[in-house]
């Protein structure tokens, strides 16, 4: 498994390949936190949020990714396959950042989108 410290550093790689464009007014950066954050909509504690964009005044612009909630689902992962995870989440959040500079939503709605079709499996696999 790896460490924290371990996910820290892989973060720092993956950041630091992204084009210097995408960090326009991102003036918290990219950061990861050790916990695991379950998504509130989350039925029998399988839905984690891997990672967030925050926009928040006074605190500004950031992207975190989640150790804990990667560790929940990909721990016993190679090396490899979670830092493959890790940038599809970093790319993903960044993509929020810079539709939220340009007043766009398209990602948001796509992200609603799978959560309704989440709740409607959990619904009808409830009903069963």
Same mark, same amino acid.
């Not at 820290?8 to 790689?13: S, T």
């Not at 975190?64 to 993903?92: I, N």
């Given at each position: 498994?790896?460490?924290?410290?371990?996910?820290?550093?892989?973060?720092?790689?993956?950041?630091?390949?992204?084009?210097?464009?995408?960090?326009?007014?991102?003036?918290?950066?990219?950061?990861?936190?050790?916990?695991?954050?379950? !998504?509130?909509?989350?039925?029998?504690?399988?839905?984690?949020?891997?990672?967030?964009?925050?926009?928040?005044?006074?605190?500004? *612009?950031?992207?975190?990714?989640?150790?804990?909630?990667?560790?929940?689902?990909?721990?016993?992962?190679?090396?490899?396959?979670?830092?493959?995870?890790?940038? +599809?989440?970093?790319? !993903?959040?960044?993509? !929020?950042?810079?539709?939220?500079?340009?007043? +766009?939503?398209?990602?948001?709605?796509?992200?609603?989108?799978?959560?309704? !079709?989440?709740? *409607?499996?959990?619904?009808?696999?409830?009903?069963?």
């Amino acid at each position: 498994m790896v460490t924290f410290e371990e996910f820290e550093d892989m973060l720092i790689e993956l950041a630091e390949a992204v084009p210097e464009k995408y960090y326009v007014e991102l003036n918290g950066g990219v950061m990861a936190r050790e916990d695991a954050r379950l !998504h509130p909509q989350s039925r029998d504690n399988d839905l984690f949020i891997m990672g967030e964009y925050h926009r928040q005044y006074g605190l500004g *612009r950031y992207v975190v990714l989640y150790y804990g909630s990667f560790m929940a689902v990909y721990g016993g992962a190679g090396q490899k396959f979670l830092q493959k995870k890790m940038r +599809e989440t970093l790319l !993903h959040e960044l993509t !929020h950042h810079l539709e939220s500079l340009a007043g +766009e939503k398209d990602l948001e709605i796509e992200d609603a989108i799978q959560m309704a !079709h989440y709740a *409607r499996k959990n619904a009808s696999s409830q009903e069963e």
